[in-house]
């Protein structure tokens, strides 16, 4: 089996050379990028496991390089590598979809835990026995409702015959809310299930998601068919799907 391939994107040469020197001996392959262009333009390529993205960076900030990839449909795993007092950087970045974050200085053990977690996460998300919940009633990968089809295998909705494509974290809401459809999902219940850990400081990232969600499936934000707010509860998918003839 080849090894997983982590893209490095530090500006700091002995930071990056010395991460790229332990991966190596923990044996991931590992690729570098100095700056925010070229790490964006590397982090593009297929066959990467998973990305390490420090936040100051020149040309293209950490964050803006992340906007990017997961408007383009990346679903990479990213860690952010922040320092201290980017507390709010953290924040953004977990909600525009990083997996997890660590801080500046940090220890090479700490380092590689976290990097086993994020990708362990990422390869049971990948095998769909594993993800679906007991009791799922909708099955398929492909769900057809009235003007919105979904297609939970790559990640897309089409409403009005306009592909959007999903996050993997708006994937995963979308896919535990229909699976529950008619029940009321908890914000806790989301971060916990979605997110998988408990340190996120808000439920608010929940909301932004949910937000950018509503964008791709609601032909009217401010009155949503499909996913409704139950005020102080949750949120509740109400689409009833086409039975397939
Ligand atoms: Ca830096």
Redesign the pocket.
């Known amino acids: 089996m080849n090894a997983t391939r982590i893209l490095v994107i530090?500006?700091?040469p002995d930071?990056r050379e010395g991460l790229r020197h332990n991966l190596e001996l923990e044996g991931f392959a590992i690729d570098t990028a100095a700056d925010g262009k070229d790490g964006l333009r590397r982090a593009r390529s297929d066959g990467l496991g998973l990305i390490l993205l420090?936040?100051?960076?020149?040309g293209l900030s950490?964050l803006e390089v992340l906007r990017q990839l997961r408007d383009g449909g990346s679903v990479t795993p990213v860690i952010i590598?922040s320092?201290k007092g980017q507390d709010r950087d953290k924040v953004a970045g977990l909600e525009l979809g990083a997996d997890d974050y660590i801080t500046k200085p940090f220890t090479l053990t700490e380092l590689t835990a976290r990097v086993r977690a994020v990708l362990r996460r990422a390869q049971a998300k990948e095998t769909p026995a594993v993800a679906a919940p007991a009791g799922v009633a909708t099955g398929g990968a492909v769900l057809r409702f009235p003007e919105l089809t979904i297609d939970f295998k790559r990640f897309t909705v089409t409403r009005d015959g306009v592909e959007h494509q999903l996050s993997r974290y708006e994937a995963e809401i979308l896919r535990m809310l229909v699976d529950r459809r008619g029940e009321v999902v908890s914000r806790q219940d989301l971060l916990r299930k979605v997110w998988g850990y408990v340190h996120l400081p808000t439920t608010r990232t929940v909301d932004n998601h949910i937000a950018r969600l509503r964008k791709k499936l609601e032909d009217d934000v401010e009155n949503p068919r499909h996913v409704v707010t139950v005020h102080g509860l949750g949120y509740r998918f109400e689409s009833a799907p086409e039975i397939p003839s």
């Open positions: 530090e500006d700091e930071l420090d936040l100051m960076l020149p950490g590598v320092a």
